[in-house]
């Protein structure tokens, strides 16, 4: 079977087990904490994450990737020392994750004024793929980018062309954070399937935000793997909605089109802390507890769970 690179070390394919596709560690804001400190303790931070993905193992997860970016605060020495103390496989990514414009390293690099120049970023996503990022040895083994409400605007559409380029270069699979609402795949289909990118080797993130099974069955007519990957953000989608979804899709022969997780991390600075009590049911362990029982009140198999969780993740990571 094929190596996977984790940040513990490289692992054979078959031991990633049951896998969550979309999970962060942290996802923080790495100039305000380092100016104003006072909500960042390291060691503290540190520990939770520990305790955290600890507790996910104990309730039968074995994998999770992570797709934190530029963009979302990666710093991959930090994920390095946890996954050193806990018994979980943590995949990461490459990407950039913007909703409208590149970050300002890059407006003033590459293909600008018109000019036929190559993009730094593509490179950039290369080399952490085939070397490792920085020098901590960990390769990344998956590629991520965005697109929300705004659509595609021309740096969103930039990123998404070097993440196009990467990817066929290398061979690793693409994960895009999608807003379904606006029906925004089918924007991302248009420019990965014109540059050659075979939709199944591409997740759509965050499919289960929408109810709309004859949109994202569109989806996944076209090949696309459809991350039911935020259960527990029920201010996005109610529980029994995203429930119902899962199983209606099921039903209609999409089992192996859907992977399972959270979108969740063990430390968000993005919201104000207390706001998050709002969201009980977001974190590691509500699809394990809740999510995974409900199914199976709802008649689907161990097998078909295990479909969810360790056959198709499997495969898309496999490239």
Known sequence: MPEIPTAG????????????????VFVISPEVLQNYPEEWDEQVRVE?????????KAAGIDTIFDPTVIGLGRYIPRIVEIAKQ???NIVVATGVYTYDSVPKYFRMRGPIFGMDLPDPMADMFIRDITEGIADTGVK??????AIDEEGMTPDVERILRAVAKA????????MVHTHPGTKRGLEVH?????LGVDPTKVCLAHSGDTADVDHLSELADLGYLLGMDRFGVDVYSPFEERITTVVKLVERGYLDRMALAHDASCYLDWIEQSFL???PNWNYLHISNDVLPEFRKRGLSDEQIDTMLIANPKRWIEG
Do not use: N, W, Y
Not at 140 to 145: D, E, I, N, R, V
Not at 190 to 194: H, I, R, T
């Open 190 to 194: 248009q420019v990965l399937s014109g």
């Open 86 to 88: 806990i018994d979980l």
């Open 9 to 24: 070390g490289t692992i054979d394919s078959g031991a990633l087990g049951r896998t969550l596709i979309h999970e962060h």
């Open 277 to 279: 009590a709002m969201t």
């Open 48 to 56: 939770d994450a520990i305790e955290r993905l600890s507790a996910l």
């Open 167 to 174: 990817h066929l270069a290398t061979g690793a699979p693409v």
């Open 140 to 145: 990344a083994a998956f590629l991520k980018c």
